[in-house]
Each structure stands twice: as structure tokens, then as C-alpha cells.
């Protein structure tokens, strides 16, 4: 069973509902958002997780959803505060539910959360679907809905009935957001048809890490980039560093968010073989701090301590050391021997151990 991106935001809501500070890093390539939920104060260090980056690793996802809550209602106060930053790829939950599903269904469920800023791509579609609704609308996407529904000029059709059964400013403002929402349709199933493409025109993606471009946003960081072991340079279902650092929405956000935040520390949560890896071309005094986290981490978790960078570059974990200087985990969660895809019933098995996670790295800086 997987942990869909509808599940993640009626979970966002719940939270929300209960005065739990959530905000957004950025959207996604196709215009999703990428939530954050915050917990604790803003006084003291403060910490980055992150999970799915990779799209068969969205468990990961429900597990920072269940330390968020944990963190906020059921832990001791904590000293400092702790972004998670549950799912970094969203478009990829989104893949993972074509291979129960179909590309309309999933487009008719996800379409109308894209945000109304991918503008671009969309006015190529209208002006392709409905040019003479367009003609004057040069700066059609630099406004918002609101202000576009109050326009005067938008063209009335006088030859559909519904026109005159209504009146005018609300059939325009209607027909406005229907063609909207059309493009948008058409916008995620071509972003979606792209992917099945580079996944060798498959609808099961258990196997899949790259977002919705095929590019690898943990090999999309600008720490030693395009020189990890097995990297590819084209698109693909791993492994594609994409054409320079950051040239993805997911990453660059994530890189624009850190750099605002300042984190102490950060965690990568990833998905699978119970490893924790905390190295990457680090002075030797930064490599014996973050060293002694790493170690009391996986000592906690009963993981094993992976010394070196095993050929490592591009990654979140890896940017972070070289970039903000700070001390950076990647923790791989569950068993090696369970095969993709991960259920998220083997959070089960996981949980007593991570719940007190966000806490620990806190306080072992």
C-alpha cells in the first residue's frame, strides 16, 4: 500500500486543523506543492528532514508526516525547531498510483492542485486549444485568477446557450476557470506520458527514483556534480543528474529553502538497507563532529555506520556539507531484504526507533 499525495495533504489539513505551523518550500515540475510542517521554536538550532526525494521511497514520506505529529503532541519539548519536508518529489507519489489507476483517473484527481504559477507551459496549451479567448492576454499567467476573472475584455460567446442564462461577468469568469482547469489537465498528462516514456513506456513505477522529468533530484545538487558513481546523462529512471545543478523546481526549492532556514543539521531519509551515511570531502574537524551525530544515530537505530562517500555527488546530504558546513545524515530506513515496492506497513517495524529522532539530532549538536 502506498502513501498517495492525497493522503499527505489531508494529513497536512489534520495538522493545520491542530495550530501546527505549515507552510510550502516551492512546487514541484508540474506544479504541485511541496509542504513543510514546523515543530518547536524558532530560537535555538533548528534541523531540515527530508523524505521522497525518490519516487519508490515515498514511505518515507508518512514516516516524517508520523515524527511531525509525534514531535508536536506526544514527544518532550524539544530545543529548537525541525522543518520536515515530507515529500521533495511529489509528482513521483503521483506515478506510483498509474499502475493501479489509469493516466486520466490520476489526472482528474491531481490536476486541479497544480498551482496557479506554472504559467509557461500552460499558455502554449490555451493558445493552442483556444487562441481567440487569448488574443490580447500577453501577461495572461502573470496574474492571479482573481484579478483575471474581473477583466472586461474577455470575449463572450455569444452562441453558447449558457450565456444568456446567466449573467455575464459570471458565465466569463466560469468559462475562464474551465479552460483553466482544461489546461492543466492536458499539462499533467503530457508532463505524465513523459515519464512512462522514460520508464520504457511502463505504468508500474516501484522501481523508479527520478521525478517526472527523469532527472535523479538527489544527483541535482551542486556538491561535485556529474561526478557520482553510475551517474547517466540523460534522462533516465535513476541516475540522470540533469543538465546543470538545480535545473529542476523540486531541488532548486529545496536549495532556496535551506539557505533561508540555515538548518544545524539535516537528515535525508531514504529507503532501504537501515544505513546511515554522514560523509562527503569534509575538513578533518567537521569530520569528527559530524561523525560522533552519525554514529550516536545509528547506534539508536541499530544501523549500520557507512564510513566514506562510496562514490557519492549531487545529492541534498552531500550539498549541505560542502555548501552550509553543517552536519548532514542520510538515514536508509528498512530492511534491505524487503523488495520495492515498500508498503507502508513496514513503518511498523520502524517506527519505535525514528520517532525520537528529530529530538536526538537536536540535541547531540
Request: glycine share 8%; net charge neutral.
Amino acid at each position: 500500500m502506498y502513501y498517495t499525495y492525497m493522503d499527505f495533504i489531508g494529513d497536512i489539513d489534520k495538522l493545520r486543523r491542530q495550530n501546527v505551523l505549515v507552510g510550502t518550500v516551492g512546487t514541484s515540475e508540474t506544479g504541485l506543492e511541496i509542504p513543510y510542517i514546523f515543530v518547536g521554536n524558532h530560537s535555538g538550532p533548528q534541523a531540515i528532514i527530508t523524505g521522497a526525494i525518490h519516487t519508490r521511497e515515498n514511505l518515507t514520506a508518512k514516516l516524517l508526516v508520523m515524527q511531525a505529529y509525534y514531535t508536536a503532541f506526544k514527544a518532550k519539548s524539544i530545543n529548537g525547531g525541525v522543518y520536515f519536508v515530507p515529500f521533495v518529489n511529489p509528482d513521483g507519489a503521483i506515478l506510483l498510483e498509474l499502475k493501479d489507476s489509469n493516466i486520466d483517473l490520476v489526472v482528474s484527481k491531481y490536476s486541479h492542485l497544480l498551482s496557479d504559477k506554472i504559467g509557461e507551459n500552460l499558455n502554449k496549451i490555451l493558445n493552442l486549444t483556444c487562441p481567440k479567448k487569448l488574443h490580447n492576454f500577453d501577461n495572461f499567467f502573470e496574474l492571479g485568477l482573481s484579478d483575471l476573472f474581473s477583466l472586461k475584455h474577455f470575449p463572450f460567446n455569444q452562441n453558447d446557450p449558457k450565456a444568456h442564462s446567466i449573467p455575464k461577468k459570471t458565465y466569463e469568469k466560469n468559462q475562464l476557470k474551465s479552460d483553466w482547469q482544461k489546461a492543466k489537465a492536458i499539462f499533467l498528462k503530457q508532463k505524465i506520458e513523459g515519464a512512462i516514456a522514460v520508464n520504457g513506456g511502463s505504468l508500474d513505477f516501484s522501481l523508479y527514483k527520478a521525478n517526472i522529468n527523469g532527472v535523479d533530484l538527489n544527483n541535482n545538487f551542486d556538491a561535485k556534480f556529474g561526478q557520482g558513481a553510475g551517474q547517466v546523462f540523460a534522462a533516465a529512471t535513476q541516475g540522470f543528474c540533469g543538465r546543470f545543478p538545480f535545473c529542476q523546481k523540486e531541488s532548486a526549492a529545496l536549495k532556496n529553502f535551506s539557505l533561508a532556514v540555515r538548518p544545524d543539521i539535516t537528515v535525508s531519509y531514504h529507503a532501504k538497507g537501515q544505513e546511515v551515511y554522514y560523509q562527503f570531502f569534509q575538513d578533518q574537524i567537521d569530520f569528527a563532529r559530524d561523525k560522533k551525530i552519525a554514529k550516536s544515530i545509528a547506534n539508536h537505530l541499530g544501523y549500520r555506520l557507512v564510513d566514506g562517500d562510496l562514490g557519492s555527488s549531487g545529492g541534498y546530504k552531500d550539498w549541505c556539507i560542502d555548501f552550509l558546513k553543517v552536519p548532514a545524515l542520510t538515514i536508509e530506513i528498512v530492511d534491505d531484504l524487503y523488495p520495492h515496492p515498500l508498503s507502508v506497513d513496514l513503518l511498523e517495524k520502524e517506527w519505535d526507533k525514528n520517532k525520537d529522532i528529530p529530538s536526538m539530532i537536536l540535541e547531540g549538536l
